[in-house]
């Protein structure tokens, strides 16, 4: 017997009735041999934080725009906070940790640089529309490995593409777009869970706003500290899921106005903030500009920058829309002077 094959064993014997076994998978697109010692979730989680885009969240933005100080988050500390929280949830539950993870750490690897001001004008731009979400799993499938892609397992790509909500209802149970599994629908939660927190404590270190103008009901079912709102929503999503019952990821409706508060809280104070708001405009420019630039100087963007792996028959605007994608923030920037700045000519 391989490690894996005793791994697999002991989630028969651990983990919940209701629990997405590994061995039970769907698999991949393309069939590829077993790995001796992961099982397959965890080799697709491996797989996932090796890649290129998972590296690049680093330089993307959460809500403060290339931020200069050391402690905002990022793309990157994001994912890593909805890991922590998913795995929690997953692990309360009996269900598998390895699965959720490797959702939640490819969730993200499509957003554009500037984080939602990016993606606002690039799904007015882009023929048919873009969605992070989408964009995420297109990563994984086509962009990553010089075109090969990931070849993740059907239930990582289908937890990713439908992780998103937007303004949207947080339980997918209320949706059309309800993860096939119970670990991608924890994935959603964590990841309002994880970004309603630290948006907040940003938003407060950046002196935004203060703790007190939260409205007083809210902090009084959730906590008047992070650790306390954390700890909270995730014990109740624990002790709400009767999973024996509804196969759903559920919260208590207390708690769940209280979140939904918060969030709509955030989005009045905090993400539509006139400053933050011209910003996100400036930034809007810089992805609008370059997407136009570059669909009308094509030669020069097939020879410098045409996607590795991409066929040179595919689309112009799907080609530019994927590199517009994968840029940092700083990134961005820099392509933007280039490509619209005059350069200083040095004087010998």
């Known amino acids: 017997m391989t490690v894996r094959e005793q791994l697999e064993a002991d989630e028969e014997k651990v983990l919940s009735p209701h629990a997405q076994k590994s061995s039970a998978s769907l698999g991949r697109k393309r069939p590829e041999p077993l790995d001796d010692v992961r099982p397959i979730f965890q080799h697709d989680r491996d797989r996932i934080l090796h890649c290129k885009a998972f ?8 809500v403060f725009l290339a931020p200069r100080g050391d402690h905002y988050r990022t793309r990157l500390t994001h994912t890593l906070e909805v890991a922590q929280i998913a795995r929690t949830i997953a692990r309360a539950l009996r269900l598998n940790e390895s699965l959720v993870e490797a959702i939640v750490m490819g969730h993200d690897l499509g957003h554009t640089p500037f984080g939602h001001a990016g993606e606002r004008v690039l799904s007015q731009l882009v023929p048919g529309g873009f969605h992070h979400g989408r964009q995420s799993v297109r990563v ?9 892609g990931l070849n993740l397992t059907a239930e990582v790509r289908d937890g990713i593409l439908r ?26 939660v964590a990841d309002i869970v994880a970004y309603v927190n630290h948006d ?4 407060i270190r950046a002196r935004i706003i203060e703790l007190a103008e939260v409205p007083a009901p809210i902090l009084a079912v959730l906590g008047h500290t992070h650790s306390q709102r954390i700890s909270r929503l995730v014990s109740d999503v624990v002790v709400a899921s009767r999973l024996d019952d509804k196969r759903h990821i559920e919260m208590s409706q207390e708690v769940l106005e209280a979140l ?26 810089v992805v609008r500009e370059l997407w136009e630039y570059f669909n009308r100087h094509e030669d020069e963007f097939r020879a410098q920058h045409w996607p590795k792996g991409l066929p040179d028959s595919e689309d112009l605007a799907r080609a530019v829309t994927d590199f517009i994608t994968g840029m940092t923030d700083r990134y961005a920037m820099r392509t933007f002077e280039e490509c619209f700045l005059p350069r200083c000519w040095v004087a010998l």
């Open 140 to 148: 994984v499938e086509v962009l990553e490995r010089e075109g090969q």
């Open 163 to 188: 992780h998103s909500k937007g303004k949207g209802r947080v339980l997918a149970s209320e949706t059309e777009h309800e993860a096939s599994t119970l670990e991608g629908q924890i994935a959603r």
């Open 55 to 62: 590296r690049r969240l680093a330089g993307k933005t959460q």
């Open 200 to 203: 907040l404590d940003d938003a």
């Open 260 to 285: 939904m508060g918060l969030r709509d809280f955030l989005y009045a104070k905090v993400y539509e903030l006139p400053a933050i708001f011209a910003e996100s405009e400036r930034a809007q420019r």
